[in-house]
């Protein structure tokens, strides 16, 4: 094919740089292939096979898909380069893995699409004995969430053990009550045949809504349907939910376990959680008078997920803790769907799933969706609230996810409410920063970049111009440091009034001027530092008094 006819092919089969794609040009393959770290082709490797699998395109100039073609190829040709691939890149499949050359007919310049796989079950791929995984338009190394996917995720791959039959359950296991429920939501997710559901038997119900196989009872019927006294029907699985009380030291004061079925069980939950109004302590020209502290919409949505996500073969229960000012709902198994910024910015469907088979009947009965945008949602609908975003845990085998019933910081609150602009992932990242929660350096310079934040890591806050647009400046200048020079002006100042100064007397003059994140110690070291500045590299002030006891006036130098 000529070199238009190329680009053209491109353009249509790898249109996009994503998860999955990767544009480079590699100028001299020679040294492109396994030479610096996160840079080279064998990092590419490892961070696409890491996630689903993929193409790395290469010959062809990043951004503008415009052909280069390969140079130097001496050192490695389309047959040899998978073997190479295999020897740098450990626990990469050679099955799948491929290289299409594609040679132009007009110009006779190459290119290489490398077709990789995805990693095997329970083995993340390495490049330079690093996991890689793809953020953006960047690798990182592969997350401690990611990480927990692919070491748990043979689970999901192997079997499915929500559609199973339950080969001795039969329909008086089901509650009737129970499949009204489910009767009544699944005539709302379809509404244009509500009333042919009418007609139906229970047992034509059950077959049409795909919540059993050609009428024999699946875990999931059981799960979501069945009578409580059923549940031995699961054998060691324990199908219930937990809601737990605690008071704000973690004190526990009440608690429940609700069993099958699950459809019920959910809502007696959600009607446990005591969801008061909650006045918000701000200007009330911009916000309501009063809101919910938690929207229902997100309840049930944590709900649901949990008990459609769960591992029911580890015999774990969904937990409901509920605080005075927030909400920890956890379920057993790792997160399969990738990491949750992943999810939110990818906004599609999950490729795996723990249990197809129940997270299918959920839809089915408008319990969840799988469109890929109900967590995406959750944060937008507490960002509309001007609430703090939800927070996940994803460690130890277990998904949590707390969501918050109050304002944390006012700032915050007020920079929500006056900057409309701001993007969804954005307000998320703040979200993390008034949480003093860790960020990668990217994101954080991507914030500073657009003036959102300012400060060193650890010690990072709201902008002056943010400050500026929400009537908070008093707090930016309290956490702004000011420049070293005004500091060291300061000091000289105070000592051409007084004509010495006492150490003592420098820590009153600049201890309230110094940022309100740093605690004593740094603020003692940032005033040994100006004094030496001053003393030993300047030359402008000397100690006139003893090491313990120092006096600082003018040097005669």
Known sequence: MTKQELQAYIQTNYPKENEACEWKEFKNLKHSVSGARKEDIISYISAIANMQGGNLVIGVEDGSL???????????????????????????????????????????????????????????????????????????????????????????????????????????????????????????????????????????????AKLTIHSKITNSTLLLLGKDESSYLLGSSVPQLTWILKDADGMEQSYEHFGLPLILSAKEVHDKIRNFKYRYMADSTLFPEEVDKYDNWILYEALHNSIAHQDYEVAGRVNIVEFPD????????????????????????????????????????????????????????????????????????????????????????????????????????????????????????????????????????????????????????????????????????????????????????LWGKLPEYMDDTQKKNKINNLINELSNKLKKIKNSGTNTSPIWEFSDV
């Open 66 to 208: 415009a052909i280069k073609g390969i140079q130097n190829l001496s050192a490695y040709t389309a047959e040899s380069l998978p073997r190479r691939l295999l020897e740098n890149c450990t626990n990469l499949s050679s099955e799948g893995l491929q290289i299409e050359e594609i040679i132009t007919s007009d110009t006779h310049q190459i290119v290489w699409i490398i077709h990789i796989p995805k990693h095997l079950p329970r083995k993340p791929v390495y490049a330079h004995k690093t996991a890689w995984q793809r953020k953006g338009d960047s690798l990182i190394e592969l997350t401690s969430e990611r990480e927990a996917v692919i070491l748990n995720e043979s689970i999901a791959v192997d079997t499915d053990w929500s559609a199973n039959i339950c080969k001795d359950a039969t329909f008086e296991d089901l509650s009737t009550e129970a499949i009204s429920v489910a009767r009544e939501e699944y005539k709302k997710k379809h509404s244009r045949i509500a009333e042919e559901v009418d007609d139906w038997s229970n047992k034509q119900f059950l077959n049409k």
């Open 326 to 509: 927030k909400l920890v709902i956890s379920n057993a198994g790792s997160f399969l769907a990738g990491d949750i910024q992943s999810i939110i910015e990818r906004d599609t469907p999950s490729e795996v799933y723990r249990n197809k088979f129940l997270c299918a009947c959920m839809v089915e009965i408008n319990m969840i969706d799988t469109i890929g945008s109900g967590i995406k949602r959750m944060f937008s609908i507490q960002k509309k609230r001007f609430f703090p975003m939800p927070d996940y845990k994803i460690a130890d085998n277990k998904v949590e996810v707390t969501i918050h019933g109050k304002i944390l910081d006012e700032k915050y609150t007020k920079l929500l409410s006056s900057n409309s602009e701001l993007s969804l992932m954005d307000v998320i990242f703040l979200d993390r920063i008034v949480k003093k929660q860790d960020l990668d350096k990217a994101i954080v310079s991507d914030l500073r970049v657009k003036g959102l934040i300012e400060g060193r890591k650890p010690h990072l806050y709201i902008s002056a111009k943010v400050a500026q647009a929400t009537g908070d400046k008093a707090s930016y200048t309290k956490n702004r440091a000011f420049d070293k020079q005004y500091y060291l002006d300061l000091i000289i100042k105070s000592i051409t009034e007084h004509g010495s100064m006492t150490r003592n007397d420098i820590n009153s003059l």
